[in-house]
Antibody, heavy 119, light 106 residues
Framework: VQLVESGGGAVQPGRSLRLSCRVSGLNSRDYSIHWVRQAPGKGLEWVAMISPDGENKFYEDSVKGRFIISRDDSKNVIFLQMNSPRTEDTARYYC?????????????WGQGTLVAVSS | AIRMTQSPSSLSASTRDRLTITCRASQDVGTDLAWYQQKPGEAPNLLIYDASTLHSGVPSRFIGSGSGTDFTLSIIGLQSEDFATYFCQQYKTFPLTFGRGTKVDI
């Protein structure tokens, strides 16, 4: 099982950016997928989660109303749409999952994609 | 949100040492607690889940214990590859939350 993130880069505050997480080695439709971020030199912060059927989505409070998690299981890809990013959203964004159980700790992580929000 | 307080934030140790990291939750999380190890430039790796269950392939020198609000991660006989940062995470309820990490260095 492998997760590969892409879409990171430099973005100005208030603009938009869409991150992608490509899942390989299994059918993503059977798994909850999460986004976790890590600001430079800081700890881990959970960001969002989408359930296998896409019906349930949860967000960290500071990104509610700005970020949207979605999935395209026909392509085995999960997205994180970052709207109105703030400088404090600067971080490496990881997607993460559990390979065997529908649970909310993570035994599979991508390598992350770096997002830098700056004017 | 449940706040996870880890201590210490950093510590210095030597190989073959025994060390203990603590993680305290602001609310009862039962045993819905995981520990991760992260090395510089790498993604985190799962060590322990359900507070005390060792993830597949993780050496037995890593020991997790606790329930409710108080948890510990112990490393018995520290090895050179164990110098890293360790994080706890509760998955009892959303939003999921992590401790701020404990950096273990020489």
């Amino acid at each position: 099982v492998q997760l590969v993130e892409s879409g990171g880069g430099a973005v100005q505050p208030g603009r938009s950016l869409r991150l992608s997480c490509r899942v390989s080695g299994l059918n993503s439709r059977d798994y909850s997928i999460h986004w976790v971020r890590q600001a430079p030199g800081k700890g881990l912060e959970w960001v969002a989660m989408i359930s296998p059927d896409g019906e349930n989505k949860f967000y960290e409070d500071s990104v509610k109303g700005r970020f949207i998690i979605s999935r395209d299981d026909s392509k085995n890809v999960i997205f994180l749409q970052m709207n109105s990013p703030r400088t404090e959203d600067t971080a490496r964004y990881y997607c993460a999952m559990h390979e065997y159980d529908d649970t909310d700790y993570f035994d599979v992580w991508g390598q992350g994609t770096l997002v830098a929000v700056s004017s | 949100a449940i706040r996870m307080t880890q201590s210490p934030s950093s510590l210095s140790a030597s190989t073959r040492d025994r060390l203990t990291i603590t993680c305290r939750a602001s609310q009862d999380v039962g045993t819905d607690l995981a520990w991760y190890q992260q090395k510089p430039g790498e993604a985190p790796n799962l060590l322990i889940y359900d507070a005390s269950t060792l993830h597949s392939g993780v050496p037995s020198r890593f020991i997790g214990s606790g329930s409710g609000t108080d948890f510990t991660l112990s490393i018995i006989g520290l090895q050179s590859e164990d110098f890293a940062t360790y994080f706890c995470q509760q998955y009892k309820t959303f939003p999921l939350t992590f401790g701020r990490g404990t950096k273990v260095d020489i």
